[in-house]
């Protein structure tokens, strides 16, 4: 899919990036007759890791219209999650809490892939290999600049509009101009090394291995085990698994990328679980790759005329997969705050500030529920026990489960007690197993 048309002088409303959260931003303005245009760098499909989504994603698919084409892709289904921390073992059925439709192990190029195109079916102007630059944010009408680069050549333009919505990721378009992103503290700092391995065997609900060709008949859960240095996830897809390290920084200073991978082959190896997993499987060189600007958040999310979604506004430990989640919660309701900003300018900013306390909320619970002690950074406490409160009881009871799976969880379980959830909690706890098959 590729827009070779100019790109328009002015609309509604600018997206920067075609990741999850402007694909689905996006969508959703354009099914309301508003007119958007999405400029993306890259041209989809474009390389990605692999990505685990828990089934609260349904929702907001149901609410784009994508759900059709997500269930036709046929990706794999998994059952759940088994975690390895500290040796001891602990697993989670989506079953067992009511789910009904299935959690995913998706390719994450073909995911966006398919949100991307979903957004042009709906009426968005998408303009791939197109580098949102700044925003000018004066005025009535914004301006964002672009280097638009299709055909090859690199040629400058501007484009006005209303409001311009950051999705571009851990680019932080906005954040960069705002100086407003910060990293947080040095000792909960991580990176993460991932690649690709074909014929790798995978590990099932049932704390067993099968051999990859099995992966559309037994249904895999997401694997994570943790090592001295950090932890490491397992996830099998159609036809290659992911696998990555999460590391502290400092573990990998002072290496190249050649050293850094030599670093993630050796470790996985060695690694509980992972090596048998690998024994026979075949690493695809060309697949390495890595996050180094891990964990941090953004101080300036919302104005009047702007607002940070996604990645770009925050991003936290993939742990517990809420990464695509907080993409498709932050656009559903930055679509309805645009879209009655736009009916009624007059409460622009009122609207601005109710979905900057929403997307903090958000990040909150999910650094406190990755990082437990440790996610203090850019959390506000009350304002998680908030969130606690407002999420229906099944979703919730799946995180407060999902929280006993590491040794990071006490001050999240805290944080639930003092917001009147200790029954939830008491229900909550993810079965422990006394040992795995692999």
Same mark, same amino acid.
């Given at each position: 899919?590729?827009?070779?048309?100019?790109?328009?002088?002015?609309?509604?409303?600018?997206?920067?990036?075609?990741?999850?959260?402007?694909? @689905?931003?996006?969508?959703?303005?354009?099914?309301?007759?508003?007119?958007?245009?999405?400029?993306?760098?890259?041209?989809?499909? $474009?390389?990605?890791?692999?990505? @685990?989504?828990?089934?609260?994603?349904?929702?907001?698919?149901?609410?784009? #219209?994508?759900?059709?084409?997500?269930?036709?892709? =046929?990706?794999? &289904?998994?059952?759940? +999650?088994?975690?390895?921390?500290?040796?001891?073992?602990?697993?989670?059925?989506?079953?067992?809490? =009511?789910?009904?439709?299935?959690?995913?192990?998706?390719?994450?190029? $073909?995911?966006?892939?398919?949100?991307? *195109?979903?957004?042009?079916?709906?009426? &968005?102007?998408?303009?791939?290999?197109?580098?949102?630059?700044?925003?000018?944010?004066?005025?009535?009408?914004?301006?964002?600049?672009? *280097?638009?680069?299709?055909?090859?050549? @690199?040629?400058? +333009?501007?484009?006005?509009?209303?409001?311009?919505?950051?999705?571009?990721?851990?680019?932080?378009?906005?954040? #960069?101009?705002?100086?407003?992103?910060?990293?947080?503290?040095?000792?909960?700092?991580?990176?993460?090394?991932?690649?690709?391995?074909?014929?790798?065997?995978?590990?099932?609900?049932? =704390?067993?291995?099968?051999?990859?060709?099995?992966?559309?008949?037994?249904?895999?859960?997401? /694997?994570?085990?943790?090592?001295?240095?950090?932890?490491?996830?397992?996830?099998?897809?159609?036809?290659?698994?992911?696998?990555?390290?999460?590391?502290?920084?400092?573990?990998?200073?002072?290496?190249?990328?050649?050293?850094?991978?030599?670093?993630?082959?050796?470790?996985? %190896?060695? &690694?509980?679980?992972?090596?048998?997993?690998?024994?026979?499987?075949?690493?695809?060189?060309?697949?390495? @790759? *890595? $996050?180094?600007?891990?964990?941090?958040?953004?101080?300036?999310?919302? #104005?009047?005329?702007?607002?940070?979604?996604?990645?770009?506004?925050?991003?936290?430990?993939?742990?517990?997969?809420?990464?695509?989640?907080?993409? /498709?919660?932050?656009?559903?309701?930055?679509?309805?705050?645009? &879209?009655?900003?736009?009916?009624?300018?007059?409460?622009?900013?009122?609207?601005?500030?109710?979905?900057?306390? $929403?997307?903090?909320?958000?990040? #909150?619970?999910?650094?406190?529920?990755?990082?437990?002690?440790?996610?203090?950074?850019?959390?506000?406490?009350?304002?998680?026990?908030?969130?606690?409160?407002?999420?229906?009881?099944?979703?919730?009871?799946?995180?407060?489960?999902?929280?006993?799976?590491?040794?990071?969880?006490?001050?999240?379980?805290?944080?639930?007690?003092?917001?009147?959830?200790?029954?939830?909690?008491?229900?909550? %706890?993810?079965?422990?197993?006394?040992?795995?098959?692999?």
């Amino acid at each position: 899919m590729q827009n070779n048309t100019p790109i328009p002088e002015r609309c509604d409303v600018v997206v920067i990036g075609g990741g999850p959260a402007g694909s @689905s931003v996006a969508a959703l303005l354009a099914k309301q007759g508003i007119d958007v245009v999405l400029l993306e760098r890259a041209l989809h499909p $474009r390389p990605q890791v692999g990505e @685990s989504l828990i089934p609260h994603v349904w929702k907001y698919a149901d609410l784009t #219209g994508v759900t059709p084409l997500i269930e036709q892709e =046929g990706f794999v &289904a998994k059952a759940g +999650g088994i975690t390895v921390w500290n040796d001891k073992i602990h697993r989670i059925a989506f079953a067992e809490f =009511g789910f009904s439709r299935p959690a995913l192990h998706v390719e994450r190029d $073909r995911f966006d892939e398919i949100l991307l *195109q979903h957004a042009a079916s709906q009426g &968005a102007q998408v303009f791939q290999q197109v580098s949102a630059r700044e925003a000018d944010l004066s005025g009535d009408w914004p301006a964002v600049s672009y *280097q638009d680069r299709r055909g090859g050549e @690199s040629q400058a +333009g501007n484009i006005r509009c209303r409001f311009v919505i950051d999705a571009s990721g851990a680019a932080g378009v906005l954040a #960069g101009q705002f100086q407003s992103k910060r990293l947080v503290d040095s000792s909960m700092r991580f990176l993460s090394l991932w690649g690709h391995f074909q014929n790798s065997r995978y590990v099932a609900a049932d =704390g067993r291995s099968h051999a990859a060709d099995q992966v559309s008949l037994v249904k895999p859960v997401t /694997f994570v085990t943790s090592f001295e240095d950090g932890w490491i996830w397992h996830i099998a897809m159609r036809k290659v698994t992911s696998v990555g390290l999460v590391i502290n920084t400092d573990k990998a200073r002072g290496m190249d990328k050649a050293g850094r991978e030599r670093f993630y082959l050796d470790t996985l %190896k060695t &690694a509980p679980y992972i090596g048998r997993l690998l024994e026979n499987a075949d690493y695809l060189p060309d697949s390495f @790759s *890595q $996050r180094p600007d891990y964990s941090y958040y953004s101080t300036r999310l919302c #104005g009047e005329n702007f607002y940070c979604i996604g990645d770009a506004a925050a991003f936290v430990d993939p742990i517990y997969s809420h990464g695509v989640l907080n993409a /498709f919660y932050n656009a559903s309701i930055v679509a309805l705050a645009v &879209a009655e900003s736009l009916k009624a300018p007059a409460y622009r900013a009122r609207h601005a500030q109710i979905c900057e306390n $929403r997307i903090r909320q958000f990040y #909150g619970f999910s650094r406190s529920l990755a990082l437990g002690e440790f996610g203090g950074d850019g959390v506000e406490a009350e304002l998680v026990r908030r969130f606690m409160r407002q999420v229906p009881p099944v979703e919730l009871e799946l995180m407060l489960a999902a929280s006993f799976m590491s040794e990071r969880s006490r001050n999240f379980h805290r944080m639930a007690v003092d917001a009147g959830l200790a029954l939830h909690l008491g229900r909550a %706890k993810a079965h422990a197993m006394d040992a795995l098959a692999i």
